[in-house]
């Protein structure tokens, strides 16, 4: 066992004559010592965690699980129901047939399986805007609403200039 810790926790269950019993019980203590700060800290961290925080559905996924993983190795597990309910609850609009789906199912579906629908659901949408937002379509777009906004500028900007150069009087 001492060849398998770490030199700090070595230096602190190193004892002449030791069972391999007492050591475990001593290496235990030390990880179980702060449960209860550790549980508190972890499940804030799960409340918290937010889809816009991640790159990807699957890295918000994964990060929800490991949380949860963690809770239950201080004692404080979460149910499945629990995860799924944290993994749909910070959803946008685009996830809102997805979320009415997850809800409705009955049972409610392990994790693992919500996970991978929510996936597929991540790249149908992420496909549909790039059909809507077709990328030469979308710069295309953008720079036409520049350009009508830049002559709508140049409008105002000479119109104003007209009326200020004919006394305040207004053409018509």
Known sequence: MYATVSQDILNSILVIDDSSEQCWKRIAAIF????HSRAVHLKNQFSNTNLEDFP???????????LADQLANVDALVSNTCLGLNMIVVLTNAYA????????????????????????????????????FGSSSFTTALVVNSQNSDDDMNHQNSSHNNNNNNNGRLLN
């Open 32 to 35: 179980q010592d702060n449960k």
């Open 97 to 132: 047939g997805f979320v009415t789906y997850i809800q409705q199912h009955d049972p409610w579906l392990p994790f693992e399986t919500a996970k991978s629908r929510l996936e597929l659901e991540e790249s149908t949408i992420i496909q549909e805007g790039a059909r809507e």
């Open 56 to 66: 990807t559905v699957k890295a918000y996924c994964n990060c929800l699980k490991l």
